[in-house]
């Protein structure tokens, strides 16, 4: 597996940057006000770490405020939607076990 610089992706919406059998990681850049699209729920766990600005992410119906170097545990089946209520973009890196996308 090769290294990645996830800045080198930043400001892309959505890219998958790294595969295994067993993980996926992949990148988001939200822009101020906007969200990852509709709530959804994935097979797979999902951990988001966000790298910059500010996120709010509902998870079951629970919301929960995330900044600049915070992580966030999706468990599978959980129905989650995430937004930005900043100001500026907000990037994050998620994790995908098993690979989702």
Avoid: C, W
């Avoid at 992706?9 to 101020?32: D, W, Y």
């Avoid at 966000?50 to 919301?63: M, Y």
């Avoid at 990037?91 to 996308?101: D, R």
Wanted: proline share 6%.
């Amino acid at each position: 597996m090769d290294v990645v610089d996830v800045f080198k992706h930043r400001g892309q919406f959505f890219k998958v940057l790294q595969e295994t059998t067993r993980s996926q990681t992949a990148v988001m850049t939200i822009a101020p006000g906007a969200d990852a699209g509709p709530e959804e729920q994935h097979e797979a766990d999902q951990i988001i770490h966000v790298v910059e600005g500010e996120a709010t992410v509902r998870i079951a119906e629970k919301e929960h405020h995330a900044g600049a170097g915070s992580l966030v545990t999706i468990a599978a089946g959980n129905r989650h939607h995430v937004r930005n209520p900043g100001r500026t973009p907000l990037f994050l890196v998620t994790v995908y076990t098993p690979p989702e996308y």
